[in-house]
T-cell receptor
Framework: QQQVKQSPQSLIVQKGGISIINCAYENTAFDYFPWYQQFPGKGPALLIAIRPDVSEKKEGRFTISFNKSAKQFSLHIMDSQPGDSATYFC???????????FGAGTQVVVTP | EAQVTQNPRYLITVTGKKLTVTCSQNMNHEYMSWYRQDPGLGLRQIYYSMNVEVTDKGDVPEGYKVSRKEKRNFPLILESPSPNQTSLYFC????????????FGPGTRLTVL
Protein backbone atom coordinates (compact mmCIF):
# COMPACT_ATOMS: atom_id res chain seq x y z
CA GLN A 1 0.00 0.00 0.00
CA GLN A 2 1.11 3.52 -0.62
CA GLN A 3 2.95 5.08 2.28
CA VAL A 4 2.22 8.60 1.06
CA LYS A 5 -1.39 9.47 0.22
CA GLN A 6 -1.90 12.35 -2.19
CA SER A 7 -5.02 14.28 -3.14
CA PRO A 8 -6.70 15.38 -5.28
CA GLN A 9 -6.06 13.17 -8.28
CA SER A 10 -6.61 16.09 -10.64
CA LEU A 11 -7.13 19.80 -10.38
CA ILE A 12 -8.29 22.51 -12.76
CA VAL A 13 -7.51 26.09 -11.82
CA GLN A 14 -7.82 29.36 -13.65
CA LYS A 15 -4.77 31.42 -14.48
CA GLY A 16 -3.89 33.54 -11.48
CA GLY A 17 -5.57 31.18 -9.03
CA ILE A 18 -4.08 29.06 -6.26
CA SER A 19 -3.44 25.33 -6.71
CA ILE A 20 -3.32 23.27 -3.53
CA ILE A 21 -2.19 19.65 -3.35
CA ASN A 22 -2.22 17.70 -0.11
CA CYS A 23 -0.23 14.71 1.09
CA ALA A 24 -0.35 12.62 4.25
CA TYR A 25 1.94 9.96 5.67
CA GLU A 26 2.08 7.58 8.62
CA ASN A 27 5.75 6.62 8.90
CA THR A 28 7.36 8.92 11.47
CA ALA A 29 10.79 7.90 10.17
CA PHE A 30 10.23 10.08 7.12
CA ASP A 31 12.31 13.21 7.44
CA TYR A 32 12.57 14.69 3.98
CA PHE A 33 9.61 15.68 1.84
CA PRO A 34 10.26 16.66 -1.77
CA TRP A 35 7.84 17.58 -4.50
CA TYR A 36 8.53 16.55 -8.08
CA GLN A 37 7.06 18.16 -11.19
CA GLN A 38 6.52 16.15 -14.37
CA PHE A 39 5.65 17.59 -17.77
CA PRO A 40 4.13 15.34 -20.44
CA GLY A 41 6.76 13.17 -22.09
CA LYS A 42 9.41 14.04 -19.50
CA GLY A 43 10.78 12.51 -16.37
CA PRO A 44 9.95 14.00 -12.97
CA ALA A 45 12.21 16.81 -11.75
CA LEU A 46 12.70 18.09 -8.21
CA LEU A 47 10.65 21.23 -7.64
CA ILE A 48 10.97 22.04 -3.95
CA ALA A 49 11.62 20.13 -0.73
CA ILE A 50 11.24 20.57 3.01
CA ARG A 51 12.57 18.97 6.19
CA PRO A 52 10.35 18.64 9.29
CA ASP A 53 12.29 21.19 11.33
CA VAL A 54 10.49 24.01 9.48
CA SER A 55 6.78 24.53 8.90
CA GLU A 56 6.98 26.34 5.59
CA LYS A 57 9.31 26.77 2.66
CA LYS A 58 8.79 29.15 -0.20
CA GLU A 59 10.52 29.28 -3.57
CA GLY A 60 9.02 31.82 -5.92
CA ARG A 61 5.36 30.99 -6.44
CA PHE A 62 5.70 27.55 -4.87
CA THR A 63 5.25 27.01 -1.13
CA ILE A 64 5.36 23.84 0.96
CA SER A 65 3.44 23.86 4.23
CA PHE A 66 4.34 21.13 6.70
CA ASN A 67 2.36 19.99 9.74
CA LYS A 68 4.46 17.49 11.67
CA SER A 69 1.87 16.67 14.32
CA ALA A 70 -0.79 15.93 11.71
CA LYS A 71 1.73 14.16 9.45
CA GLN A 72 0.59 16.19 6.51
CA PHE A 73 2.24 18.47 3.99
CA SER A 74 0.95 20.43 1.06
CA LEU A 75 2.09 22.29 -2.03
CA HIS A 76 0.61 25.68 -2.85
CA ILE A 77 1.11 27.17 -6.30
CA MET A 78 0.32 30.86 -6.12
CA ASP A 79 -0.69 32.89 -9.18
CA SER A 80 -0.91 29.67 -11.21
CA GLN A 81 0.18 29.97 -14.84
CA PRO A 82 -0.56 27.76 -17.88
CA GLY A 83 3.12 26.75 -17.82
CA ASP A 84 2.50 25.16 -14.40
CA SER A 85 0.23 22.57 -16.03
CA ALA A 86 1.92 19.30 -15.11
CA THR A 87 1.67 16.30 -12.83
CA TYR A 88 2.94 16.88 -9.33
CA PHE A 89 4.18 14.12 -7.04
CA CYS A 90 4.82 14.42 -3.34
CA UNK A 91 7.34 12.05 -1.82
CA UNK A 92 8.95 11.16 1.47
CA UNK A 93 12.32 9.78 2.43
CA UNK A 94 13.21 7.98 5.66
CA UNK A 95 16.17 8.84 7.82
CA UNK A 96 18.59 6.32 6.35
CA UNK A 97 19.52 5.03 2.93
CA UNK A 98 16.12 4.60 1.71
CA UNK A 99 13.83 4.73 -1.11
CA UNK A 100 11.74 7.71 -1.94
CA UNK A 101 8.10 6.83 -1.41
CA PHE A 102 5.94 8.69 -3.92
CA GLY A 103 2.32 9.73 -3.77
CA ALA A 104 -0.04 8.82 -6.61
CA GLY A 105 0.34 12.17 -8.34
CA THR A 106 -1.92 15.15 -9.09
CA GLN A 107 -2.54 16.36 -12.60
CA VAL A 108 -2.84 20.15 -12.56
CA VAL A 109 -4.36 21.99 -15.49
CA VAL A 110 -4.21 25.77 -15.49
CA THR A 111 -6.69 27.32 -17.90
CA PRO A 112 -5.92 30.65 -19.62
CA GLU B 1 25.09 18.44 -19.87
CA ALA B 2 24.28 16.35 -16.80
CA GLN B 3 21.67 13.83 -17.74
CA VAL B 4 20.18 10.38 -17.48
CA THR B 5 19.46 8.71 -20.81
CA GLN B 6 17.21 5.75 -21.52
CA ASN B 7 16.71 3.64 -24.61
CA PRO B 8 14.45 2.86 -26.24
CA ARG B 9 11.90 5.58 -25.51
CA TYR B 10 9.03 3.49 -26.86
CA LEU B 11 8.76 -0.26 -27.18
CA ILE B 12 5.97 -2.59 -28.22
CA THR B 13 6.64 -6.27 -27.72
CA VAL B 14 4.86 -9.57 -27.24
CA THR B 15 4.48 -11.75 -24.19
CA GLY B 16 7.58 -13.78 -23.41
CA LYS B 17 10.06 -12.00 -25.66
CA LYS B 18 13.05 -10.95 -23.59
CA LEU B 19 13.92 -7.27 -23.65
CA THR B 20 16.40 -4.87 -22.12
CA VAL B 21 15.94 -1.17 -21.41
CA THR B 22 19.23 0.65 -21.08
CA CYS B 23 19.98 3.49 -18.69
CA SER B 24 23.10 5.62 -18.51
CA GLN B 25 24.08 8.63 -16.39
CA ASN B 26 27.00 11.01 -16.82
CA MET B 27 27.03 12.51 -13.33
CA ASN B 28 29.24 9.88 -11.70
CA HIS B 29 26.41 9.04 -9.30
CA GLU B 30 26.79 5.94 -7.18
CA TYR B 31 23.09 5.34 -6.71
CA MET B 32 20.68 4.40 -9.45
CA SER B 33 17.07 3.19 -9.46
CA TRP B 34 14.36 1.95 -11.75
CA TYR B 35 10.75 3.01 -11.29
CA ARG B 36 7.51 2.22 -13.00
CA GLN B 37 4.73 4.77 -13.26
CA ASP B 38 1.13 3.66 -13.47
CA PRO B 39 -2.04 5.80 -13.30
CA GLY B 40 -3.29 6.18 -9.75
CA LEU B 41 -0.23 4.47 -8.30
CA GLY B 42 2.47 7.08 -8.79
CA LEU B 43 6.07 5.97 -9.06
CA ARG B 44 7.04 2.65 -7.56
CA GLN B 45 10.61 1.53 -7.22
CA ILE B 46 11.54 -1.73 -8.97
CA TYR B 47 15.24 -2.10 -8.15
CA TYR B 48 18.02 0.10 -6.96
CA SER B 49 21.80 -0.04 -6.95
CA MET B 50 24.18 1.46 -4.45
CA ASN B 51 27.31 0.87 -6.49
CA VAL B 52 28.86 -1.42 -9.07
CA GLU B 53 27.78 -5.02 -8.48
CA VAL B 54 25.52 -3.97 -5.58
CA THR B 55 21.79 -4.10 -6.22
CA ASP B 56 18.67 -4.68 -4.15
CA LYS B 57 14.95 -5.08 -4.63
CA GLY B 58 12.57 -2.18 -4.46
CA ASP B 59 8.85 -2.35 -3.88
CA VAL B 60 7.81 -4.17 -7.08
CA PRO B 61 10.73 -6.35 -8.28
CA GLU B 62 8.79 -9.38 -9.53
CA GLY B 63 9.45 -10.12 -13.20
CA TYR B 64 12.46 -7.82 -13.49
CA LYS B 65 16.22 -8.17 -13.32
CA VAL B 66 18.99 -5.62 -13.21
CA SER B 67 22.75 -5.54 -13.39
CA ARG B 68 25.34 -2.92 -12.55
CA LYS B 69 28.64 -3.80 -14.15
CA GLU B 70 29.71 -0.21 -14.73
CA LYS B 71 29.02 2.83 -12.61
CA ARG B 72 27.29 4.77 -15.36
CA ASN B 73 25.00 2.00 -16.67
CA PHE B 74 22.04 0.26 -15.06
CA PRO B 75 20.02 -1.82 -17.53
CA LEU B 76 16.57 -3.21 -16.73
CA ILE B 77 15.87 -6.70 -18.03
CA LEU B 78 12.49 -8.31 -18.56
CA GLU B 79 13.23 -11.94 -19.31
CA SER B 80 9.65 -12.97 -20.02
CA PRO B 81 7.47 -9.87 -20.26
CA SER B 82 3.78 -10.10 -19.50
CA PRO B 83 0.93 -7.66 -20.23
CA ASN B 84 0.87 -6.48 -16.61
CA GLN B 85 4.32 -5.03 -17.17
CA THR B 86 2.90 -2.56 -19.66
CA SER B 87 3.90 0.72 -18.05
CA LEU B 88 6.04 3.84 -18.18
CA TYR B 89 9.52 3.18 -16.85
CA PHE B 90 11.97 5.67 -15.44
CA CYS B 91 15.60 5.34 -14.54
CA UNK B 92 16.98 7.71 -11.92
CA UNK B 93 20.29 8.45 -10.28
CA UNK B 94 21.48 10.42 -7.28
CA UNK B 95 24.63 11.20 -5.38
CA UNK B 96 25.10 10.33 -1.73
CA UNK B 97 23.36 7.91 0.56
CA UNK B 98 20.18 9.90 0.86
CA UNK B 99 17.86 9.84 -2.14
CA UNK B 100 17.23 13.51 -1.59
CA UNK B 101 17.49 14.73 -5.17
CA UNK B 102 16.95 12.13 -7.83
CA UNK B 103 17.62 12.86 -11.48
CA PHE B 104 15.23 11.07 -13.76
CA GLY B 105 15.61 9.94 -17.34
CA PRO B 106 12.98 10.78 -19.98
CA GLY B 107 11.11 7.51 -19.60
CA THR B 108 10.46 4.37 -21.65
CA ARG B 109 6.90 3.53 -22.56
CA LEU B 110 6.56 -0.23 -22.80
CA THR B 111 3.57 -2.09 -24.18
CA VAL B 112 3.44 -5.87 -23.86
CA LEU B 113 0.82 -7.51 -26.08
Amino acid sequence: QQQVKQSPQSLIVQKGGISIINCAYENTAFDYFPWYQQFPGKGPALLIAIRPDVSEKKEGRFTISFNKSAKQFSLHIMDSQPGDSATYFCAANPDSWGKLQFGAGTQVVVTP
Amino acid sequence: EAQVTQNPRYLITVTGKKLTVTCSQNMNHEYMSWYRQDPGLGLRQIYYSMNVEVTDKGDVPEGYKVSRKEKRNFPLILESPSPNQTSLYFCASHAGVRADTQYFGPGTRLTVL
